[in-house]
């Protein structure tokens, strides 16, 4: 995830809703920017899923993406109709060699659009993806008080392992944060080599 300290799983009810037959998942580009960044506006200003404070611009996101998309997957959920409904990426957990089949997650659901399915969409095919590179382990690091992200997370197979108390301050109150991880399939003795994602045909 990129360095905000929080993930945003901003679909409340979702894992429990199948998602719709309009909806298709694909990668994400810079151009995409625009319609990303309404999506997490919301979530900078006004609530603490995101530790970010203030709204990144149309170009620093782009930015963003176009790094992510050299090495991991950035996905998002759109409509036919060409309306993004929201996004989903994994992100270095550390640039240390050895942590190169951990990674961490985030996702991002219009807050119009909740409990319809999206949130699953995005991160089944996000898994689809690293399992492809060949990631081992997914890590979620969430605000604590995000109970819907915590749920949503823990229906889609990830355990909490850590909790960090007063971690992060926004809003002018301390927050504490949960890590959750979930591994894809059986721990290998020795994991394949990574593979880029810009490599791999998704």
Same mark, same amino acid.
């Given at each position: 995830?990129?360095?905000?300290? *929080?993930?945003?799983?901003?679909? !409340? ?15 994400? *580009?810079?151009?995409?920017? $625009? ?11 006004? @609530? @603490?899923?995101?530790?970010?404070? @203030?709204?990144?611009? =149309? ?7 176009? $790094? @992510? ?40 659901? *219009? ?6 399915? =999206? ?29 819907? *992200? ?37 721990? !290998?003795? $020795? !994991? ?11």
């Amino acid at each position: 995830m990129a360095k905000n300290m *929080s993930t945003g799983a901003a679909a !409340p009810g979702d894992a429990a809703t199948p998602a719709r037959g309009d909806v298709r998942i694909r990668v994400a *580009s810079p151009e995409d920017a $625009a319609a990303l960044v309404a999506i997490y506006a919301p979530y900078v200003r006004d @609530t @603490t899923i995101t530790f970010e404070e @203030t709204v990144p611009s =149309v170009e620093e996101f782009g930015k963003r993406i176009a $790094a @992510t998309l050299k090495r991991y997957p950035y996905l998002v959920a759109q409509r036919v109709d060409g309306e993004i409904l929201g996004y989903a990426y994994a992100g270095a957990y550390s640039q240390r060699v050895a942590y190169d089949w951990s990674v961490e997650t985030a996702i991002y659901v *219009s807050q119009s659009c909740g409990g319809q399915g =999206v949130g699953s969409l995005l991160y089944a095919a996000l898994e689809r993806a690293l399992q492809a590179q060949h990631v081992v382990n997914l890590g979620a690091c969430i605000t604590a008080e995000n109970v819907e *992200s915590i749920g949503f997370h823990r229906h889609l197979g990830y355990e909490t392992v850590a909790n960090f108390a007063h971690f992060g301050f926004k809003f002018n109150r301390w927050l504490d944060v949960v890590w959750m991880e979930k591994t894809l399939g059986e721990v !290998p003795v $020795a !994991p394949e080599a990574f593979v880029p994602f810009d490599r791999i045909d998704f």
